[in-house]
Nanobody, 125 residues
Framework: QVQLVESGGGLVQPGGSLRLSCAAS????????VGWYRQAPGKERELVAH???????NYADSVKGRFTISRDNAKNTVYLQMNSLKPEDTAVYYC???????????????????WGQGTQVTVSS
């Protein structure tokens, strides 16, 4: 069983910073690519940043230059450093990770996508 747990959300003033963490635990052979998504009330979930197993990154245009995604493979953890936060960044932030793990369903090693439970980020004065 694999779990992804996000942390680091909270209330911050415009212009402030937060660092989100996405920690993977369980039967993990490798944590492959990971994406940070966000969903604001009444809006669809959108991809904010993505990092591959080789640490190649890409970002949504709305966060380029302000957000940085990084990873610590020894800790099976991916981070999202968010600077110069704006009220429009307010959302629930989720991580989605592709994990090489043991599938009890197929009884084989497989690459499976998992979602975390989300962490609220509120940017307001």
């Amino acid at each position: 069983q694999v779990q992804l747990v996000e942390s680091g959300g909270g209330l911050v003033q415009p212009g402030g910073s937060l660092r989100l963490s996405c920690a993977a635990s369980g039967t993990i052979f490798s944590l492959n690519s990971v994406g940070w998504y966000r969903q604001a009330p009444g809006k669809e979930r959108e991809l904010v940043a993505h990092i591959t197993s080789d640490s190649d990154t890409n970002y949504a245009d709305s966060v380029k230059g302000r957000f940085t995604i990084s990873r610590d493979n020894a800790k099976n953890t991916v981070y999202l450093q968010m600077n110069s936060l704006k009220p429009e960044d307010t959302a629930v932030y989720y991580c989605n990770g592709n994990v090489r793990t043991y599938s009890f369903m197929t009884r084989h090693i497989a690459d499976i996508d998992y979602w975390g439970q989300g962490t609220q980020v509120t940017v307001s004065s």
